[in-house]
């Protein structure tokens, strides 16, 4: 039972540059979440899934695409990087309290 | 809008000192209040909850109540160890909002000495 697993745990890109973060959950949960963590600012959500299928947009969705094909899994793509999305990255997944994963170290240059 | 504010940090007291770590809040509706804690290099674990208004959350000697009268959710411990090391969060959730997404406060940093 792994709870909630983030791959790649860090990851450094170049300007323009897309990659997409994973996130898998073993929980059942329906809810799942993608948030980034800066200096000073806590964590901001970017976006989120109530159920399979569905997504819908938090506060920072600029830059950013995502896609649940089903309950386990839930993507974070960036279509072409900037250093403006250097940040820590944090999926979640909620039942009555959010359970978060490890996180991706990611460094846009 | 719903918001977070917290005492900012970084915080640093001696071991079997008494922590607080001062959250005061903004919601409509009926928050549900949270405090995650983050060790260095891992995601956020929740530490304690409180669902209503003069509920107390209590968890590894950590304690908070949630006062409506002062929309506060203040974090207290009465002996902290080097091992509470850590960033503390506040947060607060309303169902049916955005999927009751969490908003987070900026975090406080502590940091026990022996």
């Known amino acids: 039972n792994a709870g909630v697993t983030q791959t790649p745990k860090f990851q450094v890109l170049k300007t323009g540059q897309s990659m997409t973060l994973q996130c898998a959950q073993d929980?059942?949960?329906?809810?799942m979440y993608w948030y980034r963590q800066d200096p000073g600012m806590g964590l901001r959500l970017i976006y989120y899934?109530?159920?399979?299928?569905?997504?819908d947009k938090g506060e920072v969705p600029n830059g950013y695409n995502v896609s649940r094909l089903n309950k386990r899994e839930f993507s974070l793509r960036l279509e072409s990087a900037a250093p403006s999305q250097t940040s820590v990255y944090f999926c979640?997944?909620?039942?009555?309290?959010?359970?978060f994963g490890p996180g991706t170290r990611l460094t846009v240059l | 809008g719903n918001s977070v504010t917290q005492m900012e940090g970084p915080v640093t007291l001696s071991e079997e000192a008494f922590l607080t770590i001062n959250c005061t809040y903004t919601?409509?509706?009926?928050?549900?209040l949270f405090w995650y804690v983050q060790y260095p290099g891992e995601g956020l674990q929740l530490l304690l909850k409180?669902?209503?208004?003069?509920d107390k959350g209590s968890n590894k000697g950590f304690e908070a109540t949630y006062r409506k009268e002062t929309t506060s959710f203040h974090l207290e411990k009465g002996s902290v160890q080097v091992s509470d090391s850590a960033v503390y969060f506040c947060?607060?959730?309303?169902?049916?909002?955005?999927?009751?997404?969490?908003?987070f406060g900026q975090g406080t940093e502590l940091s026990v000495k022996p």
């Open positions: 899934s109530a159920s399979e299928g569905t997504t």
């Open positions: 409180a669902t209503k208004a003069d």
């Open positions: 947060a607060l959730s309303v169902l049916y909002n955005q999927g009751g997404k969490l908003i």
């Open positions: 979640a997944v909620r039942q009555a309290e959010q359970f």
């Open positions: 929980m059942n949960h329906n809810s």
């Open positions: 919601a409509t509706g009926y928050p549900s």
